[in-house]
């Protein structure tokens, strides 16, 4: 089983960064695919960002593509994503999950979702 607990969450006015932080328990977190979620308000959670267990292949969603890096730390069981070039529209709750499989776009495959962490762009 994994836990997953995001943090780096914030206010950030438009055009600014901030690199959201997502710490997973267990010890064979290096064996998981991770992805970045994020849900808006009245709206359906949708793909950021994904990477595999190696962190040698990446994926992102094309809203986010060139702004946004998804990253990770095996040693320390972390996985980051830095946002650049913040919109207005990425005001959304993030959510980290964790995939057992294969490293994708699609919710339904992800076992393990952390509680989430609030990003708002100011405009």
């Known amino acids: 089983q994994v836990q997953l607990v995001e943090s780096g969450g914030g206010l950030v006015q438009a055009g600014g960064s901030l690199r959201l932080s997502c710490a997973a328990s267990?010890?064979?977190?290096?064996?998981?695919?991770m992805g970045w979620f994020r849900q808006a308000p009245g709206k359906e959670r949708e793909f950021v960002a994904a990477i595999d267990w190696s962190g040698g292949e990446t994926l992102y969603a094309d809203s986010v593509k060139g702004r946004f890096t998804i990253s990770r730390d095996n040693a320390n069981n972390k996985v980051y994503l830095q946002m650049n070039s913040l919109k207005p529209e990425d005001t959304a709750v993030y959510y980290c999950a964790a995939d057992s499989r294969f490293y994708s776009g699609l919710p339904k495959m992800y076992e393990y979702w952390g509680q989430g962490t609030q990003v708002t762009v100011s405009s």
């Open positions: 267990g010890r064979t977190f290096s064996s998981y695919a």
